[in-house]
């Protein structure tokens, strides 16, 4: 059998496979050793440098000292370092990178799909640096990177810059963008740029602390890409600005060196703070529009648009805020938005002119006062009423600042409803006004309420310190008395005003507001059914001027149920702090009832003046004169004094007197009270006379009289005294005293005097002297001379012919005692004389009284002389002693007291 041998050929490719096999084998188990032993396989990174440089990935080829590969399949290179084509310096360099090989697309064979890099640092090129020179610029650096046929993409991206942390992605489309004009270097150029100017940035807005950036690069355009950046920082700090928690949010257009914003930058802060202008804002945000990104790099302010949950100026408080700022020029700065104050929306606008410093602002809504009071210092809350605004308050102003924020104008207009000051409530206010210069003016302030309405205008000078007002309205004045300066309330203190009725008040106020007594105020009332010191006013005109420590008040023009007044009323008082007066000065007129003019005067002067007369009619009275209120301030006791006219305009009554007119001047004060040129009407007669009354204290008044009495009507005049009442009948003739009615026709004349002083309290002590005569052709016929008329109308004769018709006394009183030092009855014929005393009080007698029957015959060849002659020792036996009292008196002849006279 022949035996089959193998072709040669077949043998060596036999060999060579097993031999192969082997070889893997053996290499297969070095592997397995080193991966066993070392956990990788070590592989030679010369060949793989030098792959890398012959296939660059888009124009980057990599380079490390080692590499190893790994169980799954990855190769991690040590120390290795990325370049830009054949420059010498690395872009990148890293402490490790783990590479992962793969089949990208439709391209055959293993390509780099993927690269993980830590521990890097990136270099700037030293074209790109600020100094020129390669340096790191940004260290710390993790990537992920992935590899696809048309573009580069970082996963993850982490590296650190100073204290900046940097966190982000990059996808950077290659191919597709391509061109037989661009440059795959426009990219990394732009990148490079757009580092540089950030450094060159960073050492004037290095404001940021730890700041974290992230990121999301992408490749857009052959020419641009677009970049999305979030910042935050735990702070921000600088001179003029601080925040907590700022977060900025940029969506970047890079294009060549030039950076645009694609959408407006966002930028936050949780607490704002700017210390030179007192201004906090919690939870503050910005936003800069796209074309404006270039004005803020070039330290210019761009148009922000700007809102917060809350911004704090100053002692106010804003909610809600939201402005936007246009800076539409380097001359200008314009400010326009909105924001809620304590619930109320007000719009803003304002203008900053940087070059001459000054700025113009108009705002405009809603305000809510209570809020803003809440704010004022104490100090000014302390000279306030009581305010309470139920509505918020509508306004607008218009405002500018000139250098150094101050201010140099301000126009405004407001109106609110329902607003309660003190106890007072407003239906509405509104006021329009300005200031400029430090002068405030206020043209038109409007209060309502009800039925009333005040208008006033208001010019303030503030470097001045004078204030100027005029105001009118139809109100109740009283009620506003704890809303105004204390004067208002003095000057219609002893008003009272009806509900329904309102009174027109204008008035004008020049006011040093420094100064208590630098203000001057001059007014006119005209009042609608009121009452002064409880004296009724239909109507009446009072004129107001003076200052805080002295208010005059004319009054005229009166209307009154109870008469009319007019006259000027002067209130002092002092600087002192004491709210009362000093005094009152009175210089008034009167034709009031008793009741009214009590009421007007006081009660207290009313009874120094002409409080001992009751009036039937509307006495006139004038007074002038100053009452000061000890009670407040002793050092004026005792200054009180005044000055009077008084006229009774009709019958009067003075202790019970009748009189029939009475005109009087006089003078009070405390110590003494004065009447001189006392005219009255007493029993159809003339009177006259004078009074001087003086306090004494503890001890009741001492008065000095002196009256005079001409022709009054005798009978009249007597029975009308009241001392007499118990007597007048004794002044009847007996026919009258029968008939029951009073004499008619001629009845007799009196004149008297009397000079006399005493205590007030005991007429029957006052001492003085007096006379007194008597007219009256009856005059023997009456009661008064008792027993005595019956005697002479039993005479032989006939009463007749013994007929009296004069009497005249001249007295003196003391110690309740009237002396009659000489008493004298004439007749035509008759005459009694009598001397002796009587008591005022008990009207008891002791008098010794001579008729001498034909005592005043003188003519010699009259026959009645001669009978005279014949029966003159019986005048011997008519001289009686006069007892009793005038009620009961008690004849008795010093010869025979038993006899002579009927009765007896």
């Known amino acids: 059998m022949v035996k089959n041998q193998k072709s040669p050929i077949l043998w060596f490719i036999s060999l060579f496979i097993r031999l192969f096999l082997l070889l893997l084998l053996s290499l297969q188990c070095v592997a397995l050793v080193c991966e066993f032993v070392y956990g990788y396989i070590p592989l030679p990174p010369k060949q793989i440098n030098e792959y890398f440089a012959s296939h660059p990935l888009e124009d980057l080829r990599i380079e490390a000292k080692n590499y190893q590969l790994r169980l799954d399949g990855k190769v991690e290179a040590q120390d290795l370092a990325l370049f830009k084509e054949a420059n010498q310096k690395p872009l990148i360099k890293a402490e490790s990178a783990l590479l992962h090989w793969g089949m990208r697309g439709s391209e055959r064979g293993l390509r780099l799909v993927g690269c993980i890099i830590s521990g890097g640092t990136l270099y700037q090129p030293a074209i790109y640096s600020p100094d020129g020179m390669h340096r790191p610029l940004l260290n710390n650096i993790a990537i992920d990177l992935e590899f ?20 982000g992605t990059v996808d950077i489309a290659v191919n597709r963008f391509q061109t037989n004009t661009l440059e795959d270097t426009d990219l990394l150029d732009s990148f490079y740029k757009l580092a540089s100017r950030i450094q060159k940035q960073q050492a004037d807005h290095n404001y940021l602390t730890n700041p974290t950036v992230t990121f999301n690069l992408q490749r857009t ?8 950046l979030h910042i935050s920082s735990p702070e921000i ?19 060549g060196d030039q950076v ?3 959408e407006p930058a966002l930028i936050t802060g949780q607490n704002v703070r700017m210390p030179a202008y007192g201004v906090t804002a919690e939870e503050a945000s910005c936003s800069i529009r796209p074309d404006e990104i270039h004005r803020l790099l070039q330290k210019q302010l761009p148009r922000i648009k700007f809102c917060a949950q809350r911004l704090m100026l100053a002692e106010y408080t804003l909610e809600y805020p939201t402005f936007e700022v246009t800076g539409s020029s380097p001359e200008r700065l314009e400010v326009c938005g909105s924001t809620s104050l304590y619930g109320c929306v007000s719009r803003i606008k304002a203008t900053y002119f940087p070059e001459e410093q000054r700025s113009e602002i108009a705002t405009s809504g809603e305000l809510h006062p209570n809020r803003i009071i809440e704010l004022l210092p104490a100090s000014i809350l302390k000279n306030l009423p009581l305010l309470d605004f139920l509505d918020a308050l509508d306004y607008s102003a218009k405002v500018r600042l000139n250098k150094n924020e101050k201010l140099e104008y301000i126009g405004f207009t407001l109106q609110t409803n329902r607003v309660k000051a003190g106890d007072v409530h407003f239906d509405h206010i509104q006021a329009k006004g300005e200031h400029y210069k430090g002068i405030i003016k206020v043209p038109n302030l409007e209060v309502y309420r009800n039925d009333e309405y005040a208008k006033a205008s208001i010019k303030i000078d503030t470097q001045e310190h004078t204030a100027h007002i005029l105001a009118n309205g139809r109100i109740q004045p009283k009620e506003y008395g704890s809303l105004l300066p204390t004067w208002w309330g003095h000057i219609f203190k002893d008003f009272t005003f009806h509900s329904k009725a309102l009174t027109q008040a204008n008035f004008a106020i020049n006011s040093a507001y420094l100064r208590q007594a630098g203000t001057r105020f001059y007014g006119v009332v005209k009042l609608n059914d009121a009452t002064y010191s409880k004296v009724p006013l239909e109507k009446a005109t009072v004129q107001v001027n003076g200052n805080p420590l002295h208010i005059q008040l004319d009054i005229s023009q009166v209307q009154s149920t109870e008469g009319s007044f007019a006259g000027t009323i002067d209130l002092t008082r002092r600087q002192d702090g004491i709210p009362s007066l000093l005094a009152l000065h009175l210089d008034v007129e009167t034709e009031l009832s008793i009741d009214a003019t009590r009421h007007l005067v006081g009660e207290l002067l009313y009874k120094r ?8 009619g509307r006495p006139k009275i004038q007074l002038d004169g100053s009452s000061y209120f000890s009670g407040r301030y002793p050092e004026f006791k005792g200054k009180s004094n005044f000055s009077f006219y008084a006229d009774s305009a009709g019958s009067l009554e003075y202790n019970h007197a009748p009189l029939e007119y009475l005109t009087l001047n006089g003078y009070s004060d405390d110590r003494v009270t004065q009447l001189r040129n006392i005219s009255f009407g007493y029993a159809q007669g003339l009177g006259n006379g004078s009074v001087d009354i003086t306090s004494r204290p503890g001890r009741a008044g001492f ?18 005294l009241p001392a007499l009442d118990q007597i007048e009948d004794d002044f009847q003739t007996p026919e009258e005293a029968r008939s029951g009615s009073s004499a008619g026709g001629d009845s007799g004349l009196l004149d008297a005097q009397l000079h006399a002083c005493g205590p007030l309290d005991d007429p029957y002590r006052f001492t003085g002297e007096g006379r007194f005569s008597i007219r009256d052709r009856d005059l023997g016929t009456i009661q008064l ?3 005595l008329s019956i005697l002479l109308q039993g005479t032989v004769l006939g009463f007749t012919s013994f007929e009296l018709n004069k009497m005249s006394a001249e007295f003196l009183v003391q110690d309740g005692i009237a002396e009659f030092t000489e008493l004298l009855v004439n007749g035509p014929i008759t005459r009694i004389e009598a001397n002796g005393s009587m008591a005022l009080e008990s009207h008891a007698l002791d008098m010794r009284v001579a008729v001498q029957l034909f005592g005043n015959s003188t003519d010699r060849n009259n026959p009645i002389t001669r009978i005279t002659d014949i029966i003159s020792p019986l005048s011997t036996f008519l001289r009686f002693d006069l007892s009793g009292t005038l009620e009961k008196q008690r004849w008795r002849s010093i010869f025979d007291p038993r006899k002579l006279l009927p009765g007896i």
Not at 237 to 255: H, N, T, Y
Request: glycine share 6%; proline share 1%.
């Open 148 to 167: 696809e046929d048309d573009s580069v993409r970082a996963n993850a991206i982490c590296a650190k810059l100073d204290n900046w942390i940097l966190r």
């Open 221 to 228: 355009t052959a020419e641009a890409a677009h970049l999305e």
């Open 237 to 255: 700090k600088s001179e003029q600005i601080g925040s907590d928690r700022v977060s900025i949010d940029l969506s970047l257009r890079l294009q």
């Open 260 to 262: 645009l914003l694609a």
């Open 609 to 616: 003046t002409v409080g001992d007369f009751t009036f039937t």
């Open 703 to 720: 008065a000095c009289v002196e009256v005079n009495l001409i022709e009054a009507d005798g009978q009249s005049a007597i029975q009308n």
């Open 785 to 787: 001379l008792g027993p």
